[in-house]
């Protein structure tokens, strides 16, 4: 342990609807014969809860703040070699030699933000897996400058959450209190606290603008649920860092930013954190094993809405997960679930929406056989289900279950296969139309054209693609080796390509 000096070190705490500054004046004097005499005024109803407020915040800064470190990473990214094509050319190899090796890897730096907190009596950080990601060292730096190294004890990339162990004694650190994200309700006071852009210890305030939000990760590979939005100023280098509410609790960790939409528009006071209960949900398997191990059914589900009522003619008032299509040889398929089926218990837990159905599943486990009761019709089931290990994010790219129907297409070098609304929400897709590529066939016409696995093709030849059964008419009459144009999905854009 060793003890620093933070440069930049600040607190800014901004308390006021709409950042309005004013000024505080003192109160008037009385001028009478006897001369000046300080005239003693109330402070008005809305003073004092202005006051009462401010000291909550300040309250719960305090018992936070304490708690938060800087986490500083040291790791390694490929190298980009292309520099080292020019000297491929025997010109350049004339005049300037053989080169040297180029470097496999760099050497990286980064910074983000994590929070102490207790567990199992010791003390461990609670901070973003993107932070710590490849990390070759960690470095953690507390409020009073001093310096831990730090170890990466567990890891899950679907909440992107890691914990990490100080090393040395850390007896003496403070902890965060974790509080209940399932309490949160809009219009909530939220306070972010963490290291934006390197500026150590730097404190935001908000409110919370919504819950329960679903969004597709930043690199593609499927996507955050159950997520905290706020509109405290979150930016780079608060990743890992607490969301707190006005008691002084962690609700969430600060994870990810909204800058700009699709079409460029600039986006400000987005920004969202992974919900503390689903952290506390998994923090046991984090610490003691180092992972996550989450059950899976294998269907894609949604809840009871008015239009799902109607299109699967069932009871609009009944509460549970929607079955919208059971994967080929998963658990649910064979156990009997169907589309249109409604689920409303799994074990002891009573099932009342989509989330509902994932969260419990989740945390039973791979390998646990359940009783799942289920609404069909007029009918109430009970079928039992044995629960298989959730597929990896890159694996439910594309997933079909475990026996997918893919449709070969030999001249054209690639095979495709339904969107279900497991790729759909995977691919950040609002809709299953199209067919996915699920394999590539090696130097075939498809990967010479720079088609990958995960692309979507939606149209071909103008004709649109929304299933299966119209790729399959759409090149049924198509000869040996003829050209075909097609439009291609992939990562947020459109693309024609041709075959």
Same mark, same amino acid.
């Given at each position: 342990?060793?003890?620093? $000096?933070?440069?930049?070190?600040?607190?800014?705490?901004?308390?006021?609807?709409?950042?309005?500054?004013?000024?505080?004046?003192?109160?008037?004097?009385?001028?009478?014969?006897?001369?000046?005499?300080?005239?003693?005024?109330?402070?008005?109803?809305?003073?004092?809860?202005?006051?009462?407020?401010?000291?909550?915040?300040?309250?719960?800064?305090?018992?936070?703040? *304490?708690?938060? %470190? @800087?986490?500083?990473?040291?790791?390694?990214?490929?190298?980009?070699?292309?520099?080292?094509?020019?000297?491929?050319? *025997?010109?350049?190899?004339?005049?300037?030699?053989?080169?040297?090796?180029?470097?496999?890897?760099?050497?990286?730096?980064?910074?983000?933000?994590?929070?102490?907190?207790?567990?199992?009596?010791?003390?461990?950080?609670?901070?973003?897996?993107?932070?710590?990601?490849?990390?070759?060292?960690?470095?953690?730096? &507390? $409020?009073?400058?001093?310096?831990?190294?730090?170890?990466?004890?567990?890891?899950?990339?679907?909440?992107?959450?890691?914990?990490?162990?100080?090393?040395?004694?850390?007896?003496?650190?403070?902890?965060?209190?974790?509080?209940?994200?399932?309490?949160?309700?809009?219009?909530?006071?939220?306070?972010?606290?963490?290291?934006?852009?390197?500026?150590?210890?730097?404190?935001?305030?908000?409110?919370?603008?919504?819950?329960?939000?679903?969004? *597709?990760?930043?690199?593609?590979?499927?996507?955050?649920? &159950?997520?905290?939005?706020?509109?405290?100023?979150?930016?780079?280098?608060?990743?890992?860092?607490?969301?707190?509410?006005? @008691?002084?609790? #962690?609700?969430?960790?600060?994870?990810?930013?909204?800058?700009?939409?699709?079409?460029?528009?600039?986006?400000?006071?987005?920004?969202?954190?992974?919900?503390?209960?689903?952290?506390?949900?998994?923090?046991?398997?984090? %610490?003691?094993?180092? !992972? #996550?191990?989450?059950?899976?059914?294998?269907?894609?589900?949604?809840?009871?809405?008015?239009?799902?009522?109607?299109?699967?003619?069932?009871?609009?008032?009944?509460?549970?997960?929607?079955?919208?299509?059971?994967?080929?040889?998963?658990?649910?398929?064979?156990?009997? +679930?169907?589309?249109?089926?409604?689920?409303?218990?799994?074990?002891?837990?009573?099932?009342? !929406?989509?989330?509902?159905?994932? @969260?419990?599943?989740?945390?039973?486990?791979?390998?646990?056989?359940?009783?799942?009761?289920?609404?069909?019709?007029?009918?109430?089931?009970?079928? !039992?289900?044995?629960?298989?290990?959730?597929?990896?994010?890159?694996?439910?790219?594309?997933?079909?279950?475990?026996?997918?129907?893919? +449709?070969?297409?030999?001249?054209?070098?690639?095979?495709?296969?339904?969107?279900?609304?497991?790729?759909?929400?995977?691919?950040?897709?609002?809709?299953?139309?199209? #067919?996915?590529?699920?394999?590539?066939?090696?130097?075939?016409?498809?990967?010479?054209?720079?088609?990958?696995?995960?692309? %979507?093709?939606?149209?071909?030849?103008?004709? *649109?693609?929304?299933?299966?059964?119209?790729?399959?008419?759409?090149?049924?009459?198509?000869?040996?080796?003829?050209?075909?144009?097609?439009?291609?999905? @992939?990562?947020?854009?459109?693309?024609?390509?041709?075959?």
């Amino acid at each position: 342990m060793r003890k620093t $000096t933070l440069i930049g070190l600040a607190v800014l705490v901004l308390v006021s609807a709409g950042l309005t500054f004013a000024w505080v004046e003192s109160p008037q004097a009385t001028i009478g014969a006897g001369g000046m005499a300080a005239v003693a005024q109330e402070p008005s109803a809305d003073q004092a809860i202005t006051d009462s407020g401010q000291a909550a915040i300040k309250a719960a800064i305090a018992a936070v703040g *304490p708690a938060v %470190v @800087r986490v500083d990473v040291v790791g390694t990214a490929e190298a980009d070699t292309s520099v080292f094509d020019f000297f491929s050319d *025997p010109f350049f190899r004339r005049f300037f030699g053989e080169p040297d090796a180029a470097p496999e890897e760099l050497e990286t730096q980064s910074v983000g933000s994590g929070v102490i907190v207790g567990f199992e009596n010791q003390k461990i950080v609670l901070t973003n897996a993107h932070v710590v990601d490849g990390a070759k060292s960690i470095t953690l730096t &507390d $409020t009073e400058g001093y310096e831990w190294e730090a170890t990466v004890i567990g890891s899950d990339e679907l909440l992107d959450i890691a914990v990490l162990r100080i090393s040395g004694d850390a007896s003496g650190l403070p902890v965060a209190t974790l509080g209940n994200s399932s309490g949160v309700e809009p219009g909530d006071w939220a306070i972010a606290i963490g290291n934006p852009l390197g500026l150590s210890y730097t404190v935001t305030l908000g409110i919370i603008s919504a819950t329960d939000r679903s969004i *597709p990760k930043p690199e593609g590979n499927g996507s955050f649920h &159950d997520l905290i939005q706020t509109d405290a100023a979150i930016n780079p280098g608060n990743s890992g860092g607490p969301l707190v509410n006005s @008691r002084g609790e #962690v609700i969430g960790i600060n994870t990810m930013i909204a800058r700009s939409s699709g079409n460029g528009i600039a986006i400000e006071g987005i920004n969202f954190a992974v919900a503390i209960d689903g952290v506390k949900d998994v923090l046991d398997q984090l %610490v003691n094993q180092g !992972s #996550v191990a989450r059950g899976w059914l294998g269907v894609g589900i949604a809840d009871v809405t008015p239009a799902a009522a109607a299109e699967f003619g069932i009871d609009v008032d009944l509460e549970g997960a929607l079955i919208l299509e059971a994967f080929p040889g998963d658990p649910a398929d064979v156990a009997g +679930i169907q589309t249109g089926d409604v689920v409303v218990r799994i074990g002891e837990a009573t099932i009342a !929406s989509a989330d509902d159905l994932a @969260r419990t599943v989740a945390l039973l486990g791979a390998g646990v056989t359940v009783e799942i009761e289920l609404v069909r019709g007029d009918d109430t089931l009970t079928v !039992s289900a044995t629960l298989d290990p959730r597929p990896s994010e890159s694996e439910l790219v594309g997933y079909r279950g475990k026996t997918p129907a893919g +449709i070969a297409s030999g001249d054209l070098g690639l095979t495709v296969g339904p969107v279900t609304s497991v790729v759909a929400e995977h691919l950040g897709l609002n809709s299953t139309k199209g #067919v996915v590529i699920m394999e590539i066939v090696a130097e075939g016409r498809a990967e010479n054209a720079g088609l990958e696995v995960g692309d %979507v093709i939606l149209d071909v030849e103008g004709t *649109p693609i929304a299933s299966v059964e119209d790729w399959n008419a759409a090149i049924e009459d198509l000869e040996a080796g003829e050209t075909v144009m097609l439009a291609v999905y @992939r990562d947020g854009r459109l693309a024609f390509v041709e075959l």
